[in-house]
T-cell receptor, first 113, second 112 residues
Framework: SQTIHQWPATLVQPVGSPLSLECTVEGTSNPNLYWYRQAAGRGLQLLFYSVGIGQISSEVPQNLSASRPQDRQFILSSKKLLLSDSGFYLC????????????FGQGTRLTVV | SQKIEQNSEALNIQEGKTATLTCNYTNYSPAYLQWYRQDPGRGPVFLLLIRENEKEKRKERLKVTFDTTLKQSLFHITASQPADSATYLCALLYSSASKIIFGSGTRLSIRP
């Protein structure tokens, strides 16, 4: 069966520090991969999505970047964090064949101080 | 750009009643419309999907309708229970781009 791993679960980082969040998927190949951010009490904002290795689509101009160095690995990065980068970050995958529902990781609670 | 609105930020209803949540979108219709449940501190969990050529879909106590003329989906939970209390999110999938866009969610509370 397919599983998605996202880590760390919580992270506290100072303003100006770099960020790297990693997400990996097991049990499937060539998944569509997504990064979302959720502010407290709000909906999910799509940040990046990828349909293949090295293919990244950015939805919102911001202080973040994403990379997909391997088929089932999706990384969210920042060179210098801002206070406004705080939030709940969620990675998700969907099948490239059925292209239907998304399966989410457990999320990373990022607090920038 | 595409916009999704879930009309109610919060909805409180009595146990046993039917909860009805609304999702409206602008511009062109998606290939699929989905509904997810999210509990506090967790990632969303998929519940139901309805295609653009379908009018209604059911799963146990859940029912989803999809009206591409009105650009609206309704999500019903019949015989609601306190355990149904959660945030419910609608999402649109555009097959041409493989991206999934979410609404802001409705926080549903079922009181005993």
């Amino acid at each position: 069966s397919q599983t998605i791993h996202q880590w760390p679960a919580t992270l506290v980082q100072p303003v100006g520090s770099p960020l790297s969040l990693e997400c990996t998927v097991e049990g499937t190949s060539n998944p569509n991969l997504y990064w979302y951010r959720q502010a407290a009490g709000r909906g999910l904002q799509l940040l990046f999505y990828s349909v293949g290795i090295g293919q990244i689509s950015s939805e919102v101009p911001q202080n973040l970047s994403a990379s997909r160095p391997q088929d089932r690995q999706f990384i969210l990065s920042s060179k210098k964090l801002l206070l406004s980068d705080s939030g709940f970050y969620l990675c998700a995958w969907s099948s490239d064949r059925t292209n239907t529902e998304a399966f989410f990781g457990q999320g990373t609670r990022l607090t920038v101080v | 750009s595409q916009k999704i609105e879930q009309n109610s930020e919060a909805l409180n209803i009595q146990e046993g009643k039917t909860a009805t949540l609304t999702c409206n979108y602008t511009n062109y219709s998606p290939a699929y419309l989905q509904w997810y449940r999210q509990d506090p501190g967790r990632g969303p969990v998929f519940l139901l999907l309805i295609r653009e050529n379908e009018k209604e879909k059911r799963k146990e106590r859940l029912k989803v309708t999809f009206d591409t003329t009105l650009k609206q989906s309704l999500f019903h939970i019949t015989a609601s229970q306190p355990a149904d209390s959660a945030t419910y999110l609608c999402a649109l999938l555009y097959s041409s781009a493989s991206k999934i866009i979410f609404g802001s969610g409705t926080r549903l509370s079922i009181r005993p």
